[in-house]
């Protein structure tokens, strides 16, 4: 169960509330994420004990409170950082008039001595005002026995320079403190903002038509139902997961994809919610609810990320638990022993020591800096199109020098075309528009990608479907791959067509042609029979409709197999046919020539009778993305793939791939990666790619193409199914491993200097402040210097 904290304010707070949380006997798992106020909670023997646990947390955090996921809402939440920025607004200035006449006007000018009586109560209002909320928080956690957190430590050091009369850095700590906390708070609320804030500017309705009166209407989105049309206007941002129903139009596509650049979307394409219509008004059928839309998995992904820790941040957690423990030990040390061995340093001076040192000993710098870090990582990634899942993927990605890449989808489009066909027809007395029936019939059960390229040619090939006159209308009539006309491949070896003039770019359907084999205007004979047919597609959906199939069975990574009016028909691979004893030699064609494609063979009762020639075009940038891949230290590149050796080889050397695997089936990719000791990237977009994907030290998923088990299997999604982001992905990781060490570094250093010079009276309590306030504020800025970063 996932939920919404309040009441926390203090990184190393949460990380010590979690660890306790976690010795509870009735909590089986448990993770607060700082960073995005959620909480995930597994109770054991499936108890709910929530309440229980809220009782506990506020043993800690007084004002701790837990809502469900859907009443959380940003506003709320800045609205309650905001009511603290008056008082903080008052002390900021009390204390500046007070610093002014205190160290100005009385100290350096030397001005009337009754000055004093001004400014020492303006520091003490100033400590009143800024700090009662963080002495009433302290003196709760006391009664309780927690003494070891930052508000407890602040309250015991101000009082204590109260009692020595440092009225000013009394003051100035607990003010300082303040502020920190609050651009703390208000660092981590921007940041997450930054993924949410499509949620905050959602609408609460959306343009719908009804079906009954035909009209468009506004209904709120917790209505909106799987099939209904949605109406979008110029200007809107799509609310649900759909296809467009009716109209064209030019989408912003990057808060999905991570691409500036606009893209056309016509009649049927996906369109997804988060997504800006730029054009024309368009109506979409909605596909999925609101709460399983993109924006909200993207928000959930990004989210959830920050429960899965980073290695360093589980190292950091550890060192939280020691590192007051101890600095409060040296603070004791230098007010008890150190006055004992060097005489010169009086027991007042020891004190101030030892508060300097309790001001530094809050280690929300480091615990803080670091998530935030990964945290804005997630962010930009998210920017970019690159979805994570666990933040630690950031910290794998730069061990890992070998990719292993899925072909189809992945480097390829995925969208395969029907380029040619060869029919053989002369071992069997059987009419080809009925095998062409067969085919289309038992391929429209198959969501496989190929199957669904030849169902969309033989629908165009009979005018089944509505389609524009464009190039890809010509690619489907230019069947011939050798000359580009319009008859078959077939023809150049059976002499049944005449080769005279050829046209490269095809024929409109009715054209006069005198290679046509297949008329399509005249398709539909007056003496056919049927008398309520009016024209060729009418006609073709009415007998393609006609065909019974029965027993369909899918034979996984091999193709299809069926049983059409009494005949046994079988569809896919060589391997497929062979094994079931159909002869394919002498079949007139030589299909080695199309090294590049994927061959489908179809047999009637043991009979080979129809070869299609299917091409997947390789993406533009996968050349590209392979060699940022190596620029960006990545050794190896390796290429899985069902396709035939032929079309691997191609690939591969075209690409400059090191090593290609052909002929795989699911279980062997699966092999193939355990192999390799599971230290490795693998990339793949189906579901035949997910044993991989889960058993690879970082699974990648094509989330465009990609089918819905290797996204969630995956750790993270290339929302824009470019290759090129895995070098994003690791110029984005380099970044951040370079700013948390420039942290832990400048933090670190600080401390350490702070204490070791405090303990003996070379610095004032202004530095522990700096120390403690400063060096957490400069961190949070630059760790978010990493939602800004240039990836490319």
């Keep these: 169960m996932k939920y919404r904290f309040s009441g926390i304010d203090c990184s190393d707070c949460c990380l010590k509330i979690e660890n306790n949380l976690k010795k509870l006997e009735y909590i089986k798992y448990i993770s607060l994420s700082f960073q995005t106020k959620t909480m995930i909670v597994e109770f054991k023997n499936d108890e709910n004990k929530l309440s229980e646990l809220i009782e506990y947390v506020k043993k800690y955090e007084n004002n701790f409170k837990v809502e469900e996921m859907h009443d959380f809402e940003y506003k709320k939440e800045y609205d309650e950082l905001n009511e603290k920025r008056m008082p903080m607004y008052v002390g900021l200035g009390l204390f500046f008039i007070a610093f002014f006449i205190d160290k100005i006007l009385y100290w350096f000018l030397k001005l009337d001595s009754d000055l004093k009586l001004y400014f020492t109560p303006m520091y003490i209002i100033v400590y009143i005002i800024v700090g009662y909320p963080v002495l009433k928080s302290a003196l709760s956690l006391a009664r309780r026995g927690n003494l070891f957190n930052e508000k407890t430590l602040m309250s015991v050091s101000t009082i204590a320079a109260f009692l020595l009369r440092d009225y000013a850095e009394a003051s100035a700590v607990m003010l300082f403190y303040t502020v920190g906390e609050y651009f703390q708070e208000l660092s981590v609320l921007r940041s997450r903002r930054g993924i949410r804030e499509l949620l905050e500017n959602q609408k609460t309705q959306v343009h719908i038509l009804d079906k009954n009166t035909n009209e468009i209407k506004d209904k709120n989105l917790n209505e909106i139902n799987i099939g209904d049309i ?5 200007g809107e941002r799509i609310e649900f997961d759909g296809e467009i129903y009716v109209g064209n139009a030019v989408l912003d596509t990057s808060f999905i994809t991570g691409e500036a650049i606009p893209k056309v979307f016509k009649k049927g394409e996906s369109v997804f919610a988060g997504m800006v219509n730029l054009d024309s008004p368009i109506s ?41 423990p101890i600095v409060f030990a040296l603070a004791l040390f230098s007010v ?60 794998d990605i730069n061990k890992i020098d070998k990719v292993f890449l899925d072909k189809t989808g992945t480097i390829t489009e995925g969208k395969f075309k029907v380029s040619s066909v060869y029919e053989n027809l002369k071992d069997i007395d059987m009419n080809l528009d009925e095998i062409y029936k067969y085919v289309y019939n038992i391929e429209k059960s198959s969501n496989h990608p190929i199957a669904k390229s030849i169902v969309e040619f033989i629908s165009k090939k009979y ?24 008859h078959e491949a077939s023809s150049h070896f059976n002499n049944s067509v005449v080769v005279k003039e050829h046209n490269p770019r095809g024929h409109f359907v009715g054209d006069m042609c005198e290679n046509h084999m297949h008329s399509l205007k005249n398709y539909a004979h007056s003496d ?10 009418e006609h073709n959906k009415n007998e393609f409709n006609k065909i019974e199939i029965k027993d369909i069975k899918e034979i996984l990574g091999k193709g299809i197999s069926a049983n059409v009016d009494g005949n046994y028909v079988l569809i896919g691979s060589k391997k497929l046919l062979l094994e079931n004893n159909v002869n394919l030699e002498n079949n007139g064609y030589d299909f080695e020539k199309t090294k590049s494609s994927n061959i ?32 960006n230290g990545i050794k190896e590149v390796v290429m899985l793939t069902g396709d035939n050796d032929e ?28 192999k390799e000791n599971s230290d490795i990237v693998f990339i793949g977009d189906g579901i035949n790619d997910a044993p991989a994907l889960a058993n690879s030290k970082i699974g990648v998923a094509m989330g465009k193409s990609g089918q819905d088990i290797a996204i969630e299997t995956a750790d993270v999604v290339f929302s824009g199914d470019s290759l090129m982001k895995l070098s994003e992905l690791k110029k984005l990781s380099k970044i951040m491993s370079n700013i948390i060490m420039q942290n832990l570094t400048f933090i670190l250093l600080v401390k350490i200097i702070v204490i070791l010079f405090g303990m003996f009276s070379f610095i004032s309590m202004w530095f522990a402040v700096f120390a403690d306030v400063g060096v957490t504020i400069i961190a949070v800025i630059n760790s978010m210097r990493v939602r800004n970063s240039e990836l490319r």
């Design 528 to 537: 056919c029979g049927c008398d309520d047919h009016k024209d060729v597609k």
């Design 284 to 324: 979409i059928k909605v596909s999925k609810r609101i709460e399983d839309s993109s924006i909200n998995r993207i928000i959930e992904m990004v989210e959830n990320s920050t429960h899965n820790k980073s290695d360093l941040e589980k190292f950091l957690t550890k060192f939280s638990n020691y590192y007051t």
């Design 336 to 395: 008890l022993i150190v006055p004992i061995f060097f005489p010169i340093i009086e027991f007042k001076d020891a004190l101030y020591n030892a508060i300097t040192l309790l001001v530094v000993s809050c280690p929300c710098a480091l615990v803080l800096s670091v998530p935030l870090t990964y945290f804005s990582g997630v962010a930009r990634a998210t920017k970019a199109g690159i979805l994570i899942k666990r933040s630690n993927v950031f910290d």
């Design 230 to 234: 949605i109406y979008v206007k110029n």
């Design 600 to 631: 489908v063979y179809v047999s009637i009762n043991g009979v080979y009778v129809l070869s299609f020639v299917v091409k997947d075009k390789i993406k533009n940038d996968s050349k590209l993305a392979i060699s940022e891949m190596k620029k």
């Design 463 to 486: 005018s089944l479907i509505e389609f524009e006159q464009d190039e890809e209308f010509y690619e489907y009539l230019s069947l011939c791959e050798h000359c580009g006309c319009c």
């Design 647 to 674: 079309s691997a080889k191609e690939v591969s050397y075209n690409l400059g791939i090191d090593r290609y695997y052909s002929n795989l089936l699911p279980e062997d990719k699966l092999n193939i990666v355990l």
